[in-house]
Every structure is written in C-alpha cells, then in structure tokens.
C-alpha cells in the first residue's frame, strides 16, 4: 500500500527550558511525553450513563446498549483510547413526557466524561427519528416554538459540559421522510416551513444559545443532495461549524479510493469534516441489495474470528486515510461495545462480553502507539534549548528543577518553560 503522508497532523517546536530565575537549564536531562490529542478520536458514551450515574437498574436507553456491571468493566478501555464522547439528545427518549427531561443523568454525564478529559458532543438537537411523539398531532406553529425552546433549553444547560453539537441530523430527507402512517412532527415542519428554513432556524436558536459551541450539519446522504443543500445553507448565510458525515459501512469498508474522493468533495466548502458515524462488522456482510440499512433484520448477527481479522485491517486502513485528509478533525466510531449495537450489528470494537477485539487494540496501537510521544528523554544545548515533534496536542516537560506543560498546536514555533517558578 502506497505511504499515507501525516506532515499535517505533526508539529516541531523548539523548547527553552529556564529555572526559576530564568536563566537556561543548559545541558540539562528533560522527559517530554504526549497527554493529549489535538485530533478528536470520538466514541460513542451511551453504554456509561449508568455508571455515571451510580444506576444498579437504569431505564431503557434510545438503542439498548451494555449492562451496567459489563459498562463500568469496559470505561477503562474507552479512556484509553477515546478523547471525545457523543451523548444521546434523541427528544422522544430525552423527553417522552412534555417538560420532564432527562436533563440532570445526561448533564452529570457529561461532568463524569469531563472529568475523565474527555470532550463532548450531544446527538442530534433535531431529528425526524425518534423526535416526541406528543408533538404529533400539534399544530406547525407550535411544533416551531416547542423545536426552537428544545434547543435553547438544552444548548444553554449543557453550556459547560458539552462543546459541540449535531444540530440537524440527515435532514436531506426530513422533509420526505415517510416509514410511519403519519408524518411525525419534525417531518411535518421541514416539508411546510422548508428544508432550509429548518436548519437556519435550528442554526440561529443553537448559536444564540452557546455561540462558543461547535455546531454541525449531519447527514448519512452523500449524494450531491448533501451537497445542494450545503451550498444553499452558505450562500443563504447560515453559519456552520463542520460537516458531518456518516460512515456506516456494513455492507463493507469503502475503501480508500472512494473515502478520499468523498472527503474531497465536501472539503470544497472550506469547513473542517467530522466522520461522525464510522461502523465496521467483524461479522457477516450486509448484503448489498439492501438500500435502507434499517431493513435489514435478522435474529442473530454475530462476530466471528475472520470477520473480527477483517475489520481489524479495515479499521486501521479507514482512519489512516481519514488522518491523512487535512480537513478531516473529528472521527466517532458509533460504538465501543457489540451490546446493543444499532441494527444488532457486530460493529463494536469491544465484544459483548466486554473483551477487546483485534479492532481495538489496532486502533489503539495507532492513537497511542505511532500518532502518540510516549516519555522520552531529551537533552537540553547550551541555551536550554531542545527540539520536540510530535502529533498536534498537550504535552508535558519535567526535569529535575520541576514540570510544566505546553501544547504543540502548529508544523512550527518556539516555546519557554520556566521551571519552579
């Protein structure tokens, strides 16, 4: 396989080391060692609002996931790895009774990822799938009024836990969206009021309410249609943060031909390009006659041996070329455990029993293996100078005369350390 090139994703700085009187620790013994990523490797956090919340007997989740005992046994592996956990926002299980939000488990949720250093993003403020039922038979106004206090009521209460959003999820087809005998009420909206008009008022009531969060457009169709509607959005003059993509691959990897040549297209509007949904099976294939990946239905979907093999190759193949895009900066893998994966499918990269998979520890021995500076020994010239590269991300420097910590967040640029002051 030809070389993937990474220089964008590295930087070189030059470190000068001082003590506490500011003079330069010349010909001195550092350690520099990595502490953070820059780049946003993001799981989702479903499976761990039990355990976040002390729960022995929690209520049924939106998609099911991993029981408390096997959750609390699997956190270790998911902060090993991950920097960034996506929470579910999804309104008919967030509010499946009119004002009685599940507000105070997802917020302290939040804290808990927080405290693990770990970001947040919180999927999806607006969606046609799984919105709330009470709001079906309402009138357009009301639904309007009711989606636009939704968002302000959630975007400022997670103000202080949570960073990013997926402000409108798959909204080339909201509009159309008809798998149920009534049109649900988001549907109804999007189809009166406009497709457009939608997301801009989705957009403007987020902003407003957090206008230092990341805010997203997210979509499975990465058709041109996607991209229509993007052009519309930005010459209409709403602003947006990052492109989300989904990238459920389980009818088989894309490979990276066509991988790249999706990035590139929606890298044209100038805006960072977050993988916001990236499935692999380690089992059996879905079948590729099948367009709608929820028709897909079958009593048992397991993970074998070769298929665990399969998408372990495959896992690291996609994130490569992902890293090796430079809009590319955020990539969630939509599951860490098998137990209660969406469709049933064996996509995780932990097993329902809560053993790693190949996946893992392959995926893992990129972030924290060849994209990480472990503890390393440096030595400091005449001027307590000494040069470091590594991926883009937090670093810390010790030494006999104390620590510090400095960030790597260019190709290049000089830093000074003083040391015990």
Not at 159 to 172: K, L
Not at 345 to 359: I, M, Q
Request: charged share 20%.
């Amino acid at each position: 396989m030809t070389a993937v090139p990474f220089g964008h994703r590295y930087g070189e700085v030059v470190i000068t080391v001082l003590d506490a009187h500011g003079q330069p620790l010349r010909d001195h013994e550092v350690v520099v060692e990595q502490r953070a990523h820059a780049f946003s490797f993001g799981n989702i956090g479903f499976d761990f609002i039990p355990v976040a919340n002390e729960e022995t007997d929690p209520p049924a989740g939106a998609f099911g996931g991993a029981a408390p005992d096997v959750a609390a046994g699997i956190a270790g592996l998911f902060f090993d790895l991950f920097n960034t956990a996506t929470l579910p926002f999804y309104w008919g299980a967030f509010e499946p009774r009119r004002g009685s939000p599940d507000t105070r488990r997802l917020h302290r949720t939040a804290e808990w990822f927080g405290r693990h250093g770990c970001r947040v993003k919180g999927h999806p403020l607006v969606w046609h799938t799984l919105t709330a039922d009470w709001l079906r038979d309402r009138p357009t106004g009301e639904v309007e009024a009711a989606v636009r206090a939704r968002i302000r009521r959630e975007v400022t209460g997670f103000a202080d836990v949570v960073q990013a959003w997926d402000v409108v999820n798959e909204a080339v087809i909201m509009p159309v969206f008809s798998n149920e005998p009534q049109r649900n009420a988001i549907t109804r909206l999007a189809w009166e009021r406009g497709r457009m008009t939608t997301v801009r008022l989705a957009f403007d009531e987020a902003r407003a309410a957090d206008p230092s969060a990341t805010l997203l457009l997210n979509d499975f169709d990465l058709s041109p249609a996607y991209e229509c509607l993007i052009e519309g959005l930005l010459a209409a003059g709403v602003r947006i943060d990052a492109l989300g993509l989904q990238s459920h691959m389980h009818q088989g990897y894309w490979g990276e031909e066509r991988t790249l040549a999706i990035l590139d297209r929606f890298a044209r509007f100038g805006l960072p390009l977050h993988l916001t949904e990236t499935t692999l099976v380690s089992g059996d294939l879905m079948p590729a006659h099948i367009e709608d990946l929820n028709d897909y239905q079958v009593a048992s979907w397991p993970s074998t041996a070769e298929g665990e093999q399969r998408q372990a190759d495959e896992v690291v193949r996609h994130y490569r070329t992902l890293l090796s895009h430079p809009s590319v900066e955020a990539v969630t893998y939509w599951g860490l455990t098998d137990a209660g994966a969406w469709l049933g499918a064996p996509c995780g990269l932990v097993r329902a029993d809560g053993t790693p998979k190949p996946a893992y520890d392959a995926l893992r021995g990129l972030v924290k293996g060849e994209w990480w500076l472990p503890a390393t020994a440096l030595r400091t010239d005449d001027a307590g100078r000494a040069e470091v590269r590594g991926f883009l991300g937090d670093y810390e420097l010790r030494c006999a005369a104390g620590a510090a910590s400095f960030t790597i967040a260019a190709p290049g640029g000089d830093v000074l350390l003083r040391m015990g002051a």
